[in-house]
């Protein structure tokens, strides 16, 4: 990202925004600072407020600028996976040079012929991933710099989305003071970050468990392969919990991150804590069995939306495994609930970086871990990405990464893209619901109050 090898991951999510500032020495990333805040400014995942957005944004940079002692001016920014689509992309070029030898900038120029024919003008493209390059013939290359040819294709796969996404990143981020280093596919950059080389090669199912919303991807041949987004998330099961128990919402989170279990089975009718019910002077008493059953009512009904999509593409028995991450996967006994209901091969993952040991830091610490990673190739046709919207109006040349800066916008609508085909049993069907089992419990507690 600079000289000094530092890269910033930030992470606008609905209900927090994380950052995280990593160096990278060699092989070796080091977190050296991360800060958060609480979101505002978003509603169901949208920003309709982008002063309040950016006031946020600046907010958790500050608290992570006080923590490294280093001063933030440009961001890696996620995007979620939302109203997102695959596209196959080929671009062909001539090589310019006289003697022949592949500069990065033919890189470049085949980059922005591949993206010129197949992006409409209301999308922009979050990221090209180069699957092969092909020099007089001959394929299968992965860097043509510095190859003697006379003619240069490309073969990769664009990820796109609804251009407004982008813009309203880009206009948060610049009003937050701060220069837009390069967008990066959420799905995408959580997979090929934490996933070790066999997971990425064998095929692993990664659930995304955030606070508004749950992505479901599967990583096979080290590419993404399906995506599934659900507009639930952590932000419904507190939203239960209030409606329940007849509590605020504040105090409905307190509760939940004091006394919540993802498990019923393994949560005690015998410990009991009291709650403030609202139009009630006397506090409640609830035990924690009782609450870990809204809470895993709530939580069945997103694996289910989760492990319906699968099973119609055989995600279900990916040699990886399924791997949760992600703020709402914190909840004690989550992987033992999950597991009933998606099969054994469940694991959680938490960032082992100090600091960031909670899985609400997951997506921050990809999106700097990916951006650290990308060769110099790759790095070019990042420069094309962030350019190539001025330079469809303008055609003129490639600026700087380092001097685009706009605006972001999660969205709200839920996307399927089933790519994805894997040969294997299907796991049994999931156990009965326990949602429905819990509506008269429900219905009675309202009938008291």
Do not use: C, W
Request: glycine share 8%.
């Amino acid at each position: 990202m600079n000289n000094s090898g530092v890269t910033v991951g930030l992470d606008i999510g609905t209900t927090s925004i994380k950052v995280v500032i990593a160096q990278t020495t060699g092989n070796q990333f080091n977190v050296i600072g991360a800060g958060n805040a609480p979101s505002r400014g978003l509603r169901k995942g949208v920003i309709v407020d982008i002063d309040a957005t950016a006031s946020a944004i600046r907010e958790a940079i500050e608290q992570a600028q006080e923590k490294a002692n280093f001063q933030i001016n440009e961001v890696i920014v996620g995007i979620p996976a939302n109203q997102i689509e695959m596209v196959h992309v080929e671009g062909l070029v001539s090589i310019a040079n006289q003697n022949k030898r592949i500069t990065y900038a033919d890189v470049q120029n085949v980059a922005k012929q591949a993206l010129s024919h197949n992006v409409s003008s209301d999308h922009d493209v979050i990221d090209l991933i180069a699957e092969e390059f092909i020099v007089d013939g001959f394929d299968g290359i992965k860097d043509p710099h510095e190859m003697i040819g006379v003619r240069l294709e490309l073969h990769g796969t664009a990820f796109v989305g609804p251009s407004k996404i982008l813009d309203n990143t880009r206009m948060a981020i610049q009003k937050a003071g701060l220069k837009l280093h390069e967008f990066v596919l959420a799905p995408l950059a959580i997979g090929t970050s934490i996933l070790n080389d066999g997971e990425q090669d064998f095929g692993t199912v990664l659930i995304d468990l955030g606070g508004g919303q749950t992505t479901t991807s599967v990583i096979h041949d080290r590419k993404l392969k399906f995506n599934h987004v659900d507009l639930e998330g952590g932000d419904n099961v507190t939203k239960d919990i209030s409606t329940v128990l007849g509590i605020s919402y504040t105090h409905a989170e307190k509760i939940k991150r004091d006394f919540g279990y993802a498990d019923p089975t393994q949560a005690s009718s015998d410990k009991e804590f009291s709650v403030e019910v609202v139009g009630d002077n006397t506090p409640q008493l609830v035990n924690e069995h009782y609450l870990s059953e809204i809470i895993a009512a709530r939580l069945e009904q997103i694996y289910m939306r989760a492990f319906d999509p699968l099973s119609t593409v055989n995600g279900l028995n990916m040699p990886g495994g399924i791997v949760l991450t992600g703020g709402n996967a914190a909840l004690p006994r989550m992987v033992d609930y999950a597991k009933t209901i998606l099969g054994d091969n469940v694991r959680l993952f938490i960032p082992d970086q100090i600091g960031l040991r909670h899985p609400s830091y997951t997506r921050a610490m990809a999106y700097a871990m990916f951006a650290s990673r990308e060769s110099m190739t790759q790095q070019v046709i990042k420069q094309v990405i962030m350019s190539h919207r001025e330079d469809t109006d303008s055609m003129q040349s490639i600026p700087s990464v380092s001097k685009q800066s706009h605006e972001y916008v999660e969205t709200s609508e839920s996307t399927d893209q089933p790519l994805y085909n894997y040969d294997g049993k299907q796991d049994d069907q999931p156990r009965q619901s326990i949602f429905s089992r819990l509506i008269q419990t429900i219905k009675n507690l309202f009938r008291e109050d």
